[in-house]
Nanobody, 121 residues
Framework: QVQLVESGGGLVQAGDSLRLSCAAS????????MAWFRQAPGKEREFVAT????????NYVDSVKGRFTISRDNAKNTVYLVMNSLKPEDSAVYYC??????????????WGQGTQVTVSS
């Protein structure tokens, strides 16, 4: 059973940066594609970014391209999401997901508990 624990969320001002981390345990992290999703109150869970098992391939939702960067350290079983130039519309609970592919939440098998990101204007 894979366990994912997110950290790094918080309350920031528009234009600030945050780095989210997701630490994995209990599985073979290095062979899993990983992803970040987010969910704002009253909205569906939204794809943010994904990274292949090797780290060579990444994909982002258009609204974060050029501002967010997903990366991974397989030696540390950790995936990161660096978020720059944050906007109030980025406010959401951010979830780490493992063992899936693509942009659909239903395609990922394992999920973390989420970390809150709030961006004030």
């Amino acid at each position: 059973q894979v366990q994912l624990v997110e950290s790094g969320g918080g309350l920031v001002q528009a234009g600030d940066s945050l780095r989210l981390s997701c630490a994995a345990s209990g599985g073979t992290f290095s062979i899993y594609n990983m992803a970040w999703f987010r969910q704002a109150p009253g909205k569906e869970r939204e794809f943010v970014a994904t990274i292949s098992w090797s780290g060579r391939s990444t994909n982002y939702v258009d609204s974060v391209k050029g501002r967010f960067t997903i990366s991974r350290d397989n030696a540390k079983n950790t995936v990161y999401l660096v978020m720059n130039s944050l906007k109030p519309e980025d406010s959401a609970v951010y979830y780490c997901a493992a063992r899936g592919s693509g942009t659909r939440a239903g395609d990922y098998q394992y999920w973390g508990q989420g970390t809150q990101v709030t961006v004030s204007s």
